[in-house]
């Protein structure tokens, strides 16, 4: 496992951005896939994008594809979340995760390490 640690969530009104970024240490960040995923309250923890170590070949939530970009700084350790045109739906805490299995992006359950998440809040 490894540490996580996510920022860069707030308040922001609809049609605004966020970046959040995730600080990965004690651990192997090059070669896994890393992802992240939201929890709004009274809700499952779902999953939001997911990209390769290389990077490349990323994957989105319907409901987030053309809006978010995940992306990665393998030098230091650091996976971002770009979210534009937030929605109030969008709110929710996002957290950031490191996949073990070789097997669906899409399952929190292939994740071995979390960060403990940063809140984000979009206003109508």
């Known amino acids: 496992q490894m540490h996580l640690v996510e920022s860069g969530g707030g308040l922001v009104q609809a049609g605004g951005s966020l970046r959040l970024s995730c600080v990965a240490s004690?651990?192997?960040?090059?070669?896994?896939?890393m992802g992240w995923f939201r929890q709004a309250p009274g809700k499952e923890r779902e999953f939001i994008a997911s990209?390769?170590?290389?990077?490349?070949?990323?994957s989105y939530a319907d409901s987030v594809k053309g809006r978010f970009t995940i992306s990665r700084e393998n030098a230091n350790a650091i996976l971002y979340l770009q979210m534009n045109n937030l929605k109030p739906e969008n709110t929710a805490v996002y957290y950031c995760?490191?996949?073990?299995?070789?097997?669906?992006?899409?399952?929190?359950?292939?994740?071995?390490?979390w960060g403990q998440g940063t809140q984000v809040t979009v206003s109508s």
């Open positions: 995760a490191r996949k073990s299995r070789v097997s669906d992006d899409t399952q929190r359950n292939n994740y071995d390490s």
């Open positions: 004690g651990g192997t960040f090059v070669g896994y896939v």
């Open positions: 990209v390769p170590w290389r990077g490349g070949r990323t």
